[in-house]
């Protein structure tokens, strides 16, 4: 187990790392190897790259489904990664072309580094959670200790924030806190438990399941779900090359097809999706327990009274489920994020983000074509408890 110190160290390290892949000069010789590589495989078979978080769940759903396969598509076994600096550098070299990548990452790699992505759909709703230690017990307990993130450019990172300043409390990223301010330290999910059980962190935001993990080790417990702040939320969005979906617009469709049809499939099949991704599967996809993983995804097993009582549920009439499925993008999401990452400390470079439009990037970024004609074909809005393609966002303290 690793002490403080070098988890610091490796966090930061791992953060420069990436703050270096999202610029024009860092991401210039990834993308001329990217060029390269498409030169020689014009027609390279669906690569997919991700996190062991169940964020990634559509993708590797429709692989162990064969659904990739049952659209005519070629498919590598999917490449696990560590950590969203050794996924991106991957992406942005070419040697996988379908990933999910947290959302504010997404506007950060085309507005920061200008790298030719597209959002094309999204992965999950929710799924995600602020834990802390055992004594904390409100925001504002908060005060004066360090919470971790999962990067700067995260949903977690601004919804935490969020919950920060409506209690009166100064999101910090150096420094020793006062007790009315918070430090913010990006680490690894996979050194997020080990820290809390520590005590080197009072808490951290991520997605699950390393939430679960804590209550299952009996180590920490969920102060508040972000999707009781965020209604409906997504977290990781699918994200492809956008010369991909300029020169190869029939497989992009089939790769979307495949996704949306798997998000279809888990909607009526929680704990089978549970075992896919647990590590006693034979492709162990992810490293995690079959408990922990049915605790995130199997409705059933949410225990609301106690999350109602102990205030993780706040908004009960939302009747929201702790991971939830459906891949269109809607607009209003990512114009709200832009406004709200405009408001949230972020480390790094960050210039970019001032001057941008968020009607300008909902369009620009994300490409709705090819999802909103697989939801079509696979039964509309409605099979995804959708009511159309337009929504407004609600987000509450």
């Not at 669906?46 to 990634?56: E, F, M, N, Q, S």
């Not at 692989?63 to 598509?73: I, K, N, R, T, V």
């Not at 199997?298 to 009439?317: C, D, K, M």
Request: hydrophobic letters at 40%; a neutral charge; glycine letters at 6%.
């Amino acid at each position: 187990m690793k002490d403080a110190n070098n988890t610091t160290s490796d966090a930061r390290r791992l953060f420069l790392k990436l703050s270096g892949l999202f610029t024009a000069m860092g991401a210039l010789p990834l993308l001329q190897m990217h060029n390269q590589a498409r030169a020689a495989d014009p027609n390279a078979p669906v690569r997919i790259g991700y996190l062991p978080i169940t964020d990634a769940t559509p993708l590797l759903v429709a692989d162990h489904q064969q659904y990739y396969q049952a659209q005519g598509l070629e498919v590598e076994q999917p490449r696990m990664f560590r950590s969203w600096a050794q996924l991106v550098e991957a992406f942005l070299a070419g040697q996988v072309n379908v990933v999910h990548l947290l959302a504010p990452m997404t506007v950060w790699a085309r507005y920061g580094s200008q790298s030719k992505a597209k959002v094309v759909a999204w992965n999950h709703m929710s799924g995600s959670g602020l834990t802390v230690l055992h004594e904390i017990n409100q925001i504002k307990d908060l005060g004066g200790k360090t919470v971790a993130i999962p990067f700067w450019y995260s949903l977690h990172n601004v919804v935490l924030q969020h919950l920060l300043k409506n209690q009166g409390l100064e999101p910090i990223s150096e420094g020793n806190p006062t007790s009315q301010q918070v430090k913010l330290v990006v680490m690894p999910p996979s050194d997020m438990v080990p820290a809390l059980a520590n005590k080197q962190i009072a808490g951290y935001t991520v997605a699950e399941p390393f939430n679960a993990s804590a209550e299952v080790l009996k180590v920490g417990k969920i102060l508040r779900f972000t999707g009781d702040v965020w209604k409906d939320h997504a977290c990781c969005v699918v994200l492809m090359h956008e010369q991909d979906l300029q020169e190869r617009p029939e497989w992009t469709q089939k790769v979307v097809n495949a996704i949306v049809q798997a998000q279809a499939w888990i909607q009526d099949n929680r704990s089978e999706t549970a075992q896919i991704l647990s590590k006693d599967n034979a492709k162990r996809y992810t490293p995690h327990s079959l408990e922990a993983l049915s605790q995130v995804l199997v409705p059933e097993l949410l225990n609301r009274e106690l999350y109602e009582s102990n205030g993780a549920i706040v908004n009960t009439q939302w009747n929201e489920k702790r991971i939830d499925f459906q891949p269109y993008p809607f607009p209003s999401y990512t114009e709200e994020l832009v406004r709200k990452l405009k408001n949230t400390l972020v480390s790094g470079r960050n210039d970019f983000l001032q001057a941008l439009d968020p009607a300008f990037v909902a369009s620009d970024l994300v490409d709705d074509r090819f999802v909103k004609k697989a939801i079509l074909d696979n039964g509309g809005p409605a099979a995804f408890g959708l009511e159309s393609f337009t929504r407004q966002e609600i987000i509450t303290g």
